[in-house]
């Protein structure tokens, strides 16, 4: 998790909490896919940090909360987390301020037409009258992304401990629909009886549908990668990069979807430095 944090970035951020799931451009950025029938042995690694998960509770608990309260909460939790590792504030490494309890999920609502592609929603930003422009394209739909460890398997699809020894697996981000986030969300849940948590569990994912990324997930015992400290941290510090890549489509102004749909603009138009006036100056 980056030192300098913008809290309100995570506000779209889920969990598998209970209360979390009612909530419910990519450049060159290689995504995790699947085929159908294709099975994968993994481990989820994208986790908020101590003082982020601080701040949402607090936030929840308390409306209207002040720049001065918000840094009083990141202060406390992170001397709290400081002590609980024997360190001070300025030696916790970005591995030493994740939360490991939880896993989390970004979520994004996204248009897809064909040949314009996917493109983020605009409703609600601005105002009235751009949202009748968005209302052209087909209904958005909600769309979860985070981050997996893939490990290297086994012909009998085991994991192959050798393999991961000499650094065979990958770290990918990863994108998917809603019903896959149910698929989850229902095995952390039954997990949760149990007093335990996917994020302590390795899973394995059996792709049902391609297209849409469905998923049928179970667990498999305990994490592989979680068993070793000094492996862990070095399987955090290749994932935290990772953070920074969790939303997969671009986004899209009002007027460049109207252009772009053939619409008239708002009247606004761009003046490029260097563009030879001479003409329109003529009959002045």
């Given at each position: 998790?980056?030192?300098?944090?913008?809290?309100?970035?995570?506000?779209?951020?889920?969990?598998l909490?209970?209360?979390d799931?009612?909530?419910?451009?990519?450049?060159?950025?290689?995504?995790?896919?699947?085929?159908?029938?294709?099975?994968?042995?993994?481990?989820?690694?994208?986790y908020?940090s101590?003082?982020l998960m601080?701040?949402?509770a607090?936030?929840?608990a308390?409306?209207?909360?002040?720049?001065?309260?918000?840094?009083?909460?990141?202060?406390?939790?992170?001397?709290?987390?400081?002590?609980?590792?024997?360190?001070?504030v300025?030696?916790?490494?970005?591995?030493?301020?994740l939360?490991l309890?939880?896993?989390q999920?970004?979520?994004?609502?996204?248009h897809?037409?064909?040949?314009?592609?996917y493109?983020?929603?605009?409703l609600?930003?601005?105002?009235?009258?751009?949202?009748a422009?968005?209302?052209?394209?087909?209904e958005?739909?909600?769309y979860?992304?985070?981050?997996l460890?893939?490990?290297?398997?086994t012909?009998?699809?085991?994991?192959?401990i050798?393999?991961?020894?000499k650094?065979?697996?990958?770290?990918l981000?990863?994108?998917?629909?809603?019903n896959?986030?149910?698929?989850?969300?229902?095995?952390n849940?039954?997990l949760?009886?149990?007093?335990?948590?996917?994020a302590?569990q390795?899973?394995?994912?059996?792709?049902?549908?391609?297209?849409?990324q469905n998923?049928?997930?179970s667990?498999?015992?305990?994490?592989v990668?979680?068993s070793?400290v000094?492996?862990?941290n070095m399987?955090?510090?290749?994932a935290?990069?990772?953070?920074?890549?969790?939303?997969?489509?671009?986004t899209l102004?009002?007027d460049?979807?109207?252009?772009k749909?053939?619409?008239a603009?708002s009247?606004?138009?761009?003046?490029?430095?260097?563009?030879d006036?001479?003409?329109?100056l003529?009959s002045?």
């Amino acid at each position: 998790m980056p030192d300098n944090i913008n809290y309100d970035d995570y506000d779209t951020d889920v969990s598998l909490d209970p209360e979390d799931k009612a909530k419910v451009g990519t450049g060159n950025q290689e995504w995790f896919r699947m085929v159908k029938g294709q099975t994968a042995l993994c481990s989820f690694l994208y986790y908020h940090s101590y003082d982020l998960m601080a701040v949402k509770a607090f936030r929840r608990a308390k409306k209207g909360a002040t720049p001065d309260e918000i840094k009083a909460v990141v202060a406390k939790t992170l001397e709290e987390r400081a002590k609980a590792l024997g360190k001070s504030v300025d030696q916790l490494t970005p591995e030493d301020k994740l939360n490991l309890s939880q896993v989390q999920f970004r979520s994004c609502n996204a248009h897809y037409q064909q040949g314009l592609g996917y493109v983020l929603t605009g409703l609600g930003r601005d105002g009235p009258e751009a949202d009748a422009v968005w209302k052209k394209l087909p209904e958005a739909k909600t769309y979860f992304t985070t981050i997996l460890l893939i490990y290297p398997m086994t012909p009998e699809g085991k994991h192959d401990i050798e393999g991961i020894k000499k650094g065979s697996w990958r770290i990918l981000p990863w994108r998917f629909g809603r019903n896959t986030y149910e698929e989850i969300w229902n095995l952390n849940d039954g997990l949760r009886g149990n007093q335990m948590t996917i994020a302590t569990q390795d899973i394995r994912l059996e792709c049902k549908d391609a297209t849409y990324q469905n998923m049928k997930v179970s667990f498999v015992g305990k994490a592989v990668w979680q068993s070793n400290v000094a492996f862990r941290n070095m399987i955090l510090s290749k994932a935290i990069p990772f953070y920074d890549k969790l939303v997969p489509f671009r986004t899209l102004t009002t007027d460049a979807l109207r252009a772009k749909l053939g619409m008239a603009t708002s009247g606004v138009q761009d003046v490029s430095v260097g563009e030879d006036f001479s003409g329109i100056l003529d009959s002045v």
